[in-house]
């Protein structure tokens, strides 16, 4: 049965529907004592006057209201009480009113398997299933019992308690929300949003905001969430490399272990925009073990949706050919559909002078632009890349070292090219190819022809083949082995009519004892032709040895080193040493710092990294908030880009 009650005795709110399997009027007993659901700890109302005659006077003074306003609008109209007038009013729930009108923000719905009213006060009792809705608020709260308290205003509710707003949920045993004051109260309250879990001793709705107070947060998915420092034109990810091995950051991380470094925020604000999510970490210090490493520093971390886009305001510091050594502290931004837009004002030294510079980076979805000036060089230095679909993408750059498959990262002058690759496995054969094809125009960097440089298209073809010989693993002894074969190709038509082709083929032994890994190929060569651009030509000779090597001293600390010795020095050049890298990775479990400095290309990084997703990676707050904007943004949006429609009333309305 549908129960209509509409009044507003004491407060600002007001039950207008109630849905029930079984609804009833309790009866007030000479003792004055409420049934309720045998629950000691419910309050008993004594009786007053009768709420039946109340309710009575205020449908006949607003049924009286509308049928006097329609006499003196058409005098013809005879007052005279249907049918289904009188049908209505036995239909209505005896509920005490007033003459006030109640406002759409102050109602709300109550849905249970059994629901029962105290006619002297109005108190409501629900049970089973509790389902109260807001829809003005767009917050829903459920539970397995609730009590409505009329003459204090409040509603309590007990047992599975949850509060649903927006799409984010908090849960927990006890919810007491005020009316007066409009808002709610929550014990020990844990709630899911933005891919974390937070558990606090207190949970408030206040407004469209929710709050929680001395509490945790940590990731609520149980992989591995690497939050790492961008670095301004970083050639390949070492630290991400580190991760996949679980070698060196998450040896010894798991839940049994204690908590070796934490991060205390003042305050975290989690806040839901119309294409963002943003979680700002006031006041953050971080501690390794006693120690504070990080002092007061507010941290924020923005993301699309999806968390297919993220950026930091973090420091970044660095060294880059052509731009030089580089410190400086980011700002983020928000752009329409998901796009992130980080400006970063740095101290620069380079060409032996210190000058300032911006260093911007932008982030979307499909691509990735980032570009810098500095007074010290006068150099702008730009990098981009576009993604039309899986395999086809734009790179393009200006001074700038883009990767080039096996032949390296290489800088140019001017950069533009389309390109389309391709990754094969071929289980039966143990073998994996992957090949690409690229279109773009190229031009030589200045310092080496400044008055001739010059700019011609490129088509290249470059494909790698590896196929596994031998593969050995003893997991007792902590040793593996394997043995492959390796083989590559290369060509290459630019438009001033240059050709170049190169092949090589060799062995790859890789191995791995305890802590050390280590990687060595041979690979012999034929190149034919030479290309037009210094910055394009092959540089590693007829005879190359690789070399990758990491040792792990623990959990805690790392070394690594890559090379690629030119035993011959047969190229253009005349250098042994054609790829020389060194990078050291330290700190404790699931935060990192990783230092990499590229010798052949002058290419240095100085990046932090935390790993979420463990028990061990926590962030504790004092306060916490999560706002969601995205329904005010959509508001705006709305009545900004409405249209007016002049509305012509028919003549005969």
């Known amino acids: 049965m549908m129960l209509q009650v509409g009044h507003r005795a004491y407060a600002q709110y007001d039950v207008v529907k109630a849905r029930t399997v079984e609804n009833e009027n309790i009866p007030i007993e000479d003792n004055n004592e409420l049934k309720t659901f045998n629950d000691p700890d419910l309050p008993n109302f004594s009786q007053e006057e009768s709420v039946s005659s109340l309710l009575e006077k205020k449908i006949n003074s607003f049924i009286d209201k509308k049928r006097n306003k329609k006499i003196n609008e058409n005098p013809d109209i005879v007052s005279e009480e249907t049918n289904e007038d009188n049908v209505a009013k036995k239909q209505i729930v005896n509920i005490e009113t007033t003459d006030e009108v109640v406002e759409e923000k102050n109602k709300f719905q109550i849905n249970a398997d059994k629901i029962?009213?105290?006619?002297?006060?109005g108190n409501v009792y629900a049970k089973g299933n509790v389902e109260i809705i807001a829809k003005s608020q767009g917050v829903t709260l459920k539970a397995d019992e609730a009590v409505l308290d009329k003459p204090t205003q409040t509603i309590k509710l007990v047992d599975n308690v949850k509060i649903i707003k927006d799409g984010t949920e908090m849960s927990g045993e006890y919810m007491l929300v005020d009316l007066n004051e409009q808002n709610i109260l929550m014990d020990n309250p844990t709630m899911k949003a933005y891919s974390f879990v937070i558990n606090a001793q207190e949970g408030y709705l206040i407004a469209n905001d929710i709050q929680m107070l001395n509490g945790t947060?940590?990731?609520?998915?149980?992989?591995?969430?690497v939050l790492q420092t961008s670095g301004f034109m970083r050639l390949d990810n070492i630290a991400w490399d580190a991760v996949r091995s679980k070698d060196i950051i998450r040896e010894g991380s798991d839940a049994s272990k204690k908590q070796v470094y934490k991060v205390d925020a003042k305050e975290i604000v989690v806040t839901s925009y119309k294409d963002h999510n943003s979680v700002l970490l006031?006041?953050?210090?971080?501690?390794?073990?006693?120690?504070k490493i990080i002092r007061n520093s507010d941290i924020e971390i923005l993301s699309d949706k999806k968390n297919q886009v993220l950026d930091t305001n973090s420091p970044e510091g660095g060294t880059l050919r052509a731009f030089g050594t580089y410190i400086g502290y980011g700002f983020i931004h928000k752009l329409p559909k998901?796009?992130?837009?980080?400006?970063?004002?740095?101290?620069?030294?380079?060409?032996?002078?210190i000058g300032v510079g911006l260093i911007a980076r932008h982030r979307s979805k499909n691509s990735m632009l980032e570009a810098g000036y500095a007074t010290s060089t006068t150099n702008l230095v730009a990098r981009g890349k576009y993604r039309f679909s899986d395999g086809?993408?734009?790179?393009?750059?200006?001074?700038?070292y883009i990767p080039d498959g096996?032949?390296?990262?290489?800088?140019?002058?001017?950069?533009?090219?389309?390109?389309?690759?391709?990754?094969?496995?071929?289980?039966?054969?143990?073998?994996?190819?992957?090949h690409g094809i690229y279109a773009?125009?190229?031009?030589?960097?200045?310092?080496?022809?400044?008055?001739?440089?010059y700019a011609t298209t490129r088509f290249r073809y470059m494909a790698e083949m590896r196929r596994n010989i031998l593969t050995y693993e003893n997991k007792e002894q902590d040793l593996g082995l394997r043995l492959s074969l390796l083989s590559q190709a290369q060509?290459?038509?630019?438009?001033?009519?240059?050709?170049?082709?190169?092949?090589?083929?060799?062995?790859?032994v890789s191995t791995k004892l305890k802590n050390w890994q280590s990687s060595i190929g041979y690979l012999i060569a034929g190149v034919h032709g030479d290309s037009p651009f210094v910055f394009d030509k092959y540089r590693y000779g007829k005879h190359a040895i690789m070399l990758n090597e990491r040792f792990n001293f623990n959990n805690k600390f790392a070394i690594g080193y890559r090379a690629t010795f030119t035993p011959l020095k047969d190229n253009y050049e005349n250098d042994l040493l054609t790829e020389s890298r060194f990078y050291v990775i330290f700190g404790p479990q699931d935060l990192k710092m990783i230092l990499s400095y590229d010798f052949v290309r002058d290419v240095a990084h100085f990046d932090f990294m935390f790993l979420l997703g463990t028990e061990a990676a926590k962030i504790n707050f004092d306060k916490l908030t999560t706002r969601n904007i995205d329904s005010r943004e959509q508001k705006r949006d709305f009545y900004r880009n409405a249209k007016r429609v002049k509305i012509e009333e028919p003549e005969n309305i």
Do not use: C, W
């Open 217 to 225: 947060i940590k990731s609520s998915e149980q992989k591995d969430i």
């Open 282 to 291: 006031k006041g953050s210090n971080i501690f390794y073990g006693k120690h």
């Open 440 to 453: 773009g125009i190229f031009s030589d960097y200045q310092e080496h022809d400044q008055e001739n440089a």
């Open 392 to 400: 086809l993408t734009l790179n393009y750059g200006r001074n700038a």
């Open 116 to 121: 029962t009213y105290d006619d002297e006060e």
């Open 338 to 353: 998901g796009q992130i837009l980080k400006l970063m004002p740095a101290l620069v030294y380079g060409d032996s002078n």
């Open 491 to 508: 060509a290459t038509i630019y438009g001033s009519g240059e050709t170049v082709g190169v092949a090589r083929i060799g062995p790859m």
């Open 406 to 434: 096996f032949m390296g990262a290489r800088r140019s002058g001017y950069a533009a090219q389309l390109q389309y690759e391709k990754s094969y496995m071929v289980d039966d054969l143990k073998l994996d190819f992957n």
